[in-house]
């Protein structure tokens, strides 16, 4: 376990507690600005001439708009709790953004933003965030390696998530060109937008993320994620730290005599020698 950040949790406690609430109250107000009716309220981009181009529902366009939809509400969100707002400087640099605490520059809070879509064939399901490296700046906490600042210089590390349906448009609405009076008659690429702010330990799996071992992996289900029900809910943050800390990279022993590599909670409670009431039984299977 990582003594130091283990005290810089303790020291920032009241901060942190603070910070979780503002996040989630402001999560809660997006959208009236994002979604009010539950239509995405971008429809496409607009040229010189006044001429609207739908975009489609590829999640990475989408992701990069919301992004620069919401763009403006952070700043005045980290502005009205006293902090400023610091992006990263290139793009896969964790995290998305740093808010510094005005009277205390040593409390920074960690937020990535997090966008997935409802899986149209598991109801009640959705395909999953990625919710970092579990190397680099993860294991070497005390080096600004692909992070603005070194991992255990932040107080919290935390996501404001988005889940969404995307939406099947017939061809005439796809890659069209609109004039700026047929705005009304666009339809939304995406709707059923919902928007909640979690620590991302809470809502992580035991699994990788996307097939990429080198990423932690989010729970999929969507009422889990909305209360921040994952697999480390009931052991903790440091259990969640040393976990993704050793997955993929100690050795154990497998039921036919050979050695494998970590790779799932039960391996670990065992590697651990731990008791196996730290498991999170409420969670929906993922």
Known sequence: MDKQKTRRRRKFSRE???????????????????????????????????????ISADTRVISKILELHLFPYFLEFANNIGYSLELAEYQNWYPDFTFVNKANKKVKFALDLKTTYVNEKQPGFCNGFTLG??????????????????YNQYSGHFCLGIIYSRRSLPTEFESRKYSIDELE???????????????????ASDRAGSGNSAII?????????????G????????????????????????KSGGKKLLSSFDDYIDFRGLST??????????
């Open 231 to 254: 697999v480390f809910a009931k052991a903790g943050e440091e259990i969640f730290d040393d976990y993704w800390a050793n997955f993929g990279r100690v050795q154990i022993d497998n």
């Open 185 to 203: 008659q666009i339809p939304s690429a995406i709707n059923n937008v919902k928007f909640f702010a979690t620590e991302k330990w809470k809502i």
């Open 133 to 150: 490296s579990h190397g680099g700046y993860f294991l070497n906490r005390d080096e600004a390696k692909n992070a603005l600042y070194p």
């Open 16 to 54: 942190k507690a603070e910070f979780q609430t503002n996040l989630s109250e402001f999560a809660k107000t997006l959208g009236q600005f994002i979604s009010p009716d539950g239509e995405w309220t971008i429809k496409g981009f607009i040229d010189a001439f006044k001429n609207i181009y739908t």
């Open 277 to 286: 009431d730290i498991k999170n039984t409420t969670m929906a299977v993922h």
């Open 217 to 229: 992996g989010s729970i999929k289900n969507i009422d889990d994620i909305l209360s921040s029900n």
